[in-house]
Every structure is written in C-alpha cells, then in structure tokens.
C-alpha cells in the first residue's frame, strides 16, 4: 500500500538519531547538564551577524517579489557572479556564474550529481570513513557505492585499496576533505596522486571519471593547513559546497554545485545537473539566502570556538589514554574504541552519559566519533568521565 | 557519460520557458512596455507585509542557531502545531501538528506523495487541464500517469472516462483545485461524487485508493466560492499545500503535507513520506520560512489585485468574442482557441506580441492559458491586441 523501500527509509531512525533521542530521553531523568552529547553534527556557533544584517537589509529595501518570487533553476544570476567572484578570489580559479547551480545544500548537491551522472551499472567509490547517507543517496539512482577501507594510519587515501576497486564501471569518486568523521584534511600530494591515477584510468578505460568533492567544512580548517580546490588538480571535478557549516546555516538548505568548463563536454553535464535537481524538485535554491550568501561569500567565519573545543578535547582524550590522530579540520574527533567493538564500546560510554557515535556507521569499525561543535563547558566537564571509562578498560587488562 | 534522461529533462526547455526567453529577446527589440507576457505563473502581488515583519522580527530577537540550524525532518514542531491550528479554524478539522510534514514548496510536496505510495505496476490518475510537471514528477517514481480528459463545459471532472480508467492498479487520484490552468474550483458536489466512487472502488479492489490534493490556490478563489477541504469527504486523503501563491514566497519553497489520522495505516504512510523526502534529499524545509508562515498561518492574503485583473482580462477576451469559463480561483484565464490548433493560434498571438500558452500543454488541446498575475497596466493595453487578434480570424470565416 505504500513503498517499503521508502517506509524503511523514513521510519528505521539512523544511529545518530536514536542516540540524539536516547540523549533526549536520559536528560529528563539526569538533567540535562549531566548529558555529554557528542553524536550531532549541528553548527553551535552561530550564524555570523553579518549574515542576519544582510538578510535584514535585503528584507527591508528590495522589492518583495524579486526577493521572494521564482529564480531561474540554476540559480539568482548576480549571486552566481558574486559567489564565482568569491571562489576565484580565495582559490585562483577561473571561474563566472554560469559554472555555478545553487542548491538547496551539500545533501541536495551530491544527490543531484550523483543523479545526472549515473547510468547503469554504474559504481561510485568513496574512502571510509564515509557519510553515511551517500550510500542511500547512490543506490537511489541505480547505482552501487563502492567503499575504500580506512588508511588506518592518517586517514587519508588508501591507494593500494583503491587500486584494486576502481573499474570500468567506476562513474565517480567521492572525496570528502576537510573529513566526516576523521577531521583529516587530504593533503595535495594525495590530491596530485589521486588526480594522476584517474587520468590514467580514464585513457585505460576511455571514459571520463570525475571527482565529486563534497566539502561543506572547506573553511572549517585549522593551523591555516592548506585544503587543496580539487578543480585545479583535475578537470573533471564537480564541487559540492554548503553554507550549513560555514555560516551555520544547516537548516536552510543553501548551497551550490560548482561544474568548471573544462570537464568534458560541460554542456552534458551542466543539462544533467538541472535534470536531476528538477526530477528531486528543487525548483530553486531558498531565493533570499540565495541573494545573502551572495553577497556575504568569502567573509570569513570565525572557528574559534570549534578550534578551543578541539583542543580541550583532543587533549583530554590523549591524557585519558585514548588513541587519536589531531584533526585539522571539521569539527569532529574519531579516536579508536578502547575495544575492538566500537558499537560495544560506545555502548559501555553511556554507563556515563557520553554519546558517541560507533565508527561502524561510517564504515571504519574499532573507531568513534564526537562532535565538538557543543558547549565547551560540557566538553570541560566531560573529560574526567572519558578518563573514568578508560580506567574502567585499564582494570580490565 | 552523463545520465541521458536527466539531460533531456534539464537541458529540454518547457513551453513555458521558451516563451518568456522568447518574450525577453522581444523586449529588446519592441520595449519591455509593448510585450504583454501571459506565460508565467509568478505572483505579481508583493509578499505580505505581515510576512516581511515576522521574518526581521524573528531575525532580530531570536537565537541564531535555533532559527537557522537543521529542524527535525517532519518540521519545526512548534510552526506544525501552529499550522495545523490554523486549518482547523479554518476548515474545522481536528488536525495536530503530528498530521504535518513540512515541505520545500508543493512540487516538493506531490513528489513525496507519489514517492511515498509507489509500488510496483501503480498508476496515478489526473483530470485535463493539468500541471505537466506531474507527469516527469510520477513517471521519475516509475509509475504511470494517466490522464482523465477535460470536461470542457465547466472543467468539473469527466466522471464517464474517469470509470473508464481507473483500475486495480490505481492507487491515488490526483486533484488540483483552483485549479492551474483552467481557475476551475471542484464544487462539493464533484468531491462528493469522487469520494463516492473511489470508497466503492477501494472495496472493488480491496485496497486503498488515494486523493492527493495539490492546492497551492486554496486562497486564491473569488466571490466566495467554498472550496472543500477534501479529508472530510474522503478519509485517504493527503493535502499538498504551498504558500508560494497565497504570500507570493514561490522562490521560498515552504509548504507542508497533511497526513490525515484516519487514513489507512498513518503510521506506514507517514513514515513512507519521512523516507521519500530524504531520498529527495529535502533534509528540512527551509528553516526560517517554516517559523516565519506558521506565526503568519491563516492571515487572509489579499487578492484584489488578481480580483482586478481577472475581471478586466476577462471582460475583454469576452467583447473580442473569445469563449471562456469564469475563472472561480487561481490567476489563469483558459479561454477556447480560435482555431481548432491551439499552437498555431498562440504563433498567431505572437504577431501582435501577446504571448501565451497552448493548451496541448496541459493536455486540454484547443484552448490557451493567460495568467492575469501581471501588471494592471499590461492587461488593460493587451485587450485592443486582442480584438485585433481575433478580427483576423473573423476575416478567414
């Protein structure tokens, strides 16, 4: 009577959502300044005031029907320039607002392009630790999602893996840098090696492979590391970007889709890309956060908040005996489980009130995650509890 | 290398779009006053004020991350609460805010509802004229469109040819009233009779049959019409509702879904939406437009102007000799044709730069629409054009 494909996917609550809702449930019974909720990926600091006062402005001084009637699918023109200006600005690219689709996020940017790409028997490849959606957000169109193990050490690419996957079918491959989970930023080298391997793979196997880089935390990136724009290491690239980090702007779904004119046969590509955000029916990007983000690109955000949080809590974690690459990037840490059981493990945390997310759910097994992008003041707090589940580990050995 | 279909469906312009290019390029040439551009459904009506003040009253006094950041996918609860409210002062129904799932815009909306119901071998019936986007929208689902043709004395339902039609694999009928393109409004008497129907043939086929409703005009209707509020005709109904009409926020994309109790098995139904709306990847509604029309639900907009215009664009297609329906809702006039090939007559308005739709568009051959979501001024300098129009065409009898 109705689809089970899709009543599965609206009523079986992801992992993270039932540990956001157990978190919920705990903090009725605890309070809710004993609950250490490391699980949700959702922006605290808030969204730049520059932001509010250029969506107040535009309010009160633009014609209401420019601001709120239909844009073209692609997107407001001027704030495709403006946004194009920013980008080229920051990178050194080349490119103008006709290189630009704005979408409703980085969630309807990679489904969009995954949907104008895929054709049958199509796979897409992607590393762990990996999004989880993508999995769901590939197979909707047909296709298969390939996922790389975890290079263990740094959590960059794991070559020697990737090697054995890629094949004839491969229409893509999704990089996510700075990562979720990891915090890794993929450094230019793997960038260059990554680029090198597709160009041969793609004379081998004489079909083009692109690049989708999804990468909402470009600008959330610490110690001024360098993030590679991945256009300018290999042509055939589409970029997936999305205000929901940067400006902490998650719940307005604004983002865009970044097509240069030199990936192969752009007007394809381009007329693929405004197939599939029709068929997902994103009629248009929101049309006054179109014209803000416009006009507010490049501004930078402040992190340092999220660059305190990281320290606190990197630093907390090594003292109470955990295993943890420093992220240099995002707003997460993914240190190793005390056990090999990660699911066991985050289970064992909850004895404290600390919500982790198991690593499993992002394909990397023997690993958690938790977010920093919460209170510092509960991350202070939390650190003897993370030393008392160690120690309760230590007695064990 | 690309998705073929999707780039047919991105790069294909519709009708409608390759008349307003052409009507820019004209404008160019003759001056933008001497176009009289009948093509678009884009409300001309400013946003309401009331709508502008919340959005820089929310915007001033409220916490940024809790305006902007994600909100659970079925919606603000506190904007569902509030909307659900208002529809059952208004309708009196007895809906909560656990019967809403909020939406990006109707297209949004009736993309889930097929989503979310399509099963294998389905078909969805509509009623001539209608929104052609329904049927790439059902189609992407992999189920069938099928289409009632128009009833052309009132554009009620064709009831004959809809028995003809409707079948064990039915599983929604689809409804849009005031309708897009005919301004026809159903009269009780025709939900009457369709509820009616579709309960013998729920029991005929020992399955739940579906209305989904697609009524972005709901507001839109003149000298009082009542428009039904179907879920209390028929208790498998879903409302697709959007405020890119009634408060002109179509580039907005806010709109929700009513999910009745009483339909069969809410709890698959609802969570078959929760599932389609991911897989659409609409991750939430746009945040703020879903505080800003719940505090704003239920203030009448106000449609005088469209009121004007209908009766001017009206009366004057009536003294040029033109048959048409009086529109009860909506902003579209579908009068007849003056010839049988409703395309060559809209070539033949072009001379006289009057820029209309064909009918053939919205399956209903042989009539055009004129959207009187336009300037005053426009429509009253267009009426001479027409009489000059249709004298040509009395010169050939």
Do not use: W
Request: hydrophobic residues 35%.
């Amino acid at each position: 009577m109705v689809s089970q494909e899709m009543y599965k996917l609206g009523s079986k609550k992801s992992t993270i959502r039932t540990i956001f809702e157990y978190g919920r449930m705990r903090a009725k019974i605890v309070g809710e300044e004993n609950i250490y909720d490391f699980s949700l990926g959702n922006p605290n600091v808030p969204t730049p005031k520059f932001i509010t006062d250029e969506l107040i402005n535009i309010l009160k001084n633009e014609e209401p029907c420019s601001i709120h009637g239909y844009t073209v699918a692609p997107g407001d023109p001027e704030a495709r320039e403006l946004l194009a200006k920013s980008i080229n600005r920051r990178f050194e690219t080349n490119f103008s607002g006709n290189n630009l689709f704005m979408t409703a996020g980085a969630a309807a940017a990679i489904s969009i392009c995954f949907k104008a790409l895929s054709e049958e028997n199509d796979e897409f490849i992607t590393f762990a630790p990996y999004f989880p959606e993508y999995k769901c957000f590939v197979e909707a169109t047909g296709a298969k999602l390939t996922v790389i193990p975890a290079q263990l050490e740094d959590f960059q690419i794991n070559f020697p893996e990737f090697l054995k996957k890629i094949n004839k079918n491969t229409k893509a491959v999704i990089v996510n840098s700075p990562n979720n989970p990891s915090g890794a930023v993929y450094s230019e080298e793997t960038i260059i090696k990554l680029a090198d391997i597709l160009r041969e793979k793609e004379k081998e196997y004489n079909h083009p492979i692109f690049i989708i880089s999804d990468e909402p935390y470009r600008e959330i990136a610490y110690n001024n590391v360098k993030v590679p724009y991945i256009t300018k290491y290999y042509k055939n690239t589409l970029v997936c970007y999305s205000y929901s980090k940067s400006f902490s702007l998650a719940g307005e779904r604004i983002g865009y889709i970044v097509v240069p004119n030199e990936v192969d046969d752009f007007h394809m590509v381009y007329g693929a890309i405004a197939g599939a955000s029709r068929i997902l029916t994103h009629v248009n990007a929101p049309s006054l956060f179109q014209k803000a983000v416009g006009r507010c690109a490049g501004i930078p955000s402040d992190i340092s908040i999220y660059e305190k949080n990281k320290e606190l809590l990197y630093n907390g974690l090594i003292e109470a005996g955990f295993k943890c690459n420093k992220p240099e990037g995002a707003f997460y840490l993914f240190p190793k489980a005390l056990e090999d059981d990660d699911i066991a493990f985050c289970e064992k945390a909850k004895k404290y009130d600390l919500l982790l997310v198991p690593g499993s759910d992002f394909g990397c097994p023997g690993y958690f995650r938790a977010s920093y992008c919460i209170k510092t003041s509960t991350i202070e707090k939390s650190i003897p509890l993370f030393k008392k589940l160690a120690e309760e580990y230590n007695k064990l050995l």
